[in-house]
């Protein structure tokens, strides 16, 4: 049973940064999963904010974080991050990671076969 473990959400300030990781349990090799994080703010339906395909070589963001958010992984390590800068007040959510064995691109929300219990992020001054 593959497992998902995300950290590094915490409270920050409006323009500050943080840096989520998912790290990834009974997976032999990340070569073949896609990954994504998403998150969900109370009362909102939950959203894609990035995927990163099995490759590495496709990315793809959200308009609300295009230009602030990096996604990036490191197979050897068996871990996914998400570099968040210049964080906003709507970034404030719920960040879940996600995963499945996906060939080229990114999968679509219902592909998701594995999820993490979520990290809670909340930007506030």
């Known amino acids: 049973q593959v497992e998902l473990v995300e950290s590094g959400g915490g409270l920050v300030q409006p323009g500050g940064s943080l840096r989520l990781s998912c790290a990834a349990s009974a997976i032999i090799s990340l070569d073949y999963y896609a990954f994504g994080w998403f998150r969900q703010a109370p009362g909102k339906e939950r959203e894609e904010v990035s995927c990163?395909?099995?490759?590495?070589?496709?990315?793809k963001y959200s308009d609300s974080v295009k230009g602030r958010f990096t996604i990036s992984r490191d197979n050897a390590d068996n871990k996914v991050y998400l570099h968040m800068n210049n964080l906003k007040p709507e970034d404030t959510a719920v960040y879940y990671c996600?995963?499945?064995?996906?060939?080229?691109?990114?999968?679509?929300?219902?592909?998701?076969?594995?999820w993490g219990q979520g990290t809670q992020v909340t930007v506030s001054s």
């Open positions: 990163i395909a099995s490759t590495g070589g496709t990315t």
């Open positions: 996600a995963a499945v064995v996906y060939g080229l691109g990114c999968p679509s929300y219902s592909q998701y076969e594995y």
